[in-house]
């Protein structure tokens, strides 16, 4: 299978898997032929979501999501930024909070105002995701 991601303004507003025997029903195979059949079926700018294979992991830094930036110049794809006061990494392309959490086995909620964690009480039969 090979990944899309529409992308209009450098925001991915789509994302398309073409599956293994949909591909080959094309003779033609070279580089650059998928992106342009994409582009050309459904408009706008399609890229190629895993980057180079031989990467790992073989995505350009993280799999594209609807609402994700597509920045060339690290050829990546990056999330949202959820708070104002977050960093970007670099090297993982994730937003990261300036004050790293401190214990990831408790609960903790970011708290934009003062720039910190606060710790959050659950009942003890919680079992939804964590909301930072």
Do not use: Q
Not at 88 to 96: D, G, I
């Amino acid at each position: 299978m090979k990944y899309y991601a529409k992308i209009i303004d450098d925001v991915v507003v789509d994302t398309i898997v073409a599956e293994d025997d949909f591909m080959d029903t094309f003779t033609d195979t070279s580089p650059g032929i998928w992106i342009e059949f994409c582009n050309n079926t459904w408009g706008g700018k399609h890229h190629d979501e895993t980057g180079n294979e031989d990467s790992v992991p073989p995505f350009r830094k993280n799999r594209a999501s609807v609402g994700f930036t597509y920045d060339p110049v690290r050829d990546a794809f990056i999330p949202p930024k959820k708070y104002e006061s977050f960093v970007l990494n670099e090297e993982t392309c994730m937003w990261e909070p300036p004050v790293p959490i401190p214990d990831a086995e408790i609960n903790f909620n970011w708290n934009e105002e003062t720039k910190s964690w606060d710790f959050v009480s659950y009942p003890l039969d919680y079992v939804g995701p964590r909301p930072y």
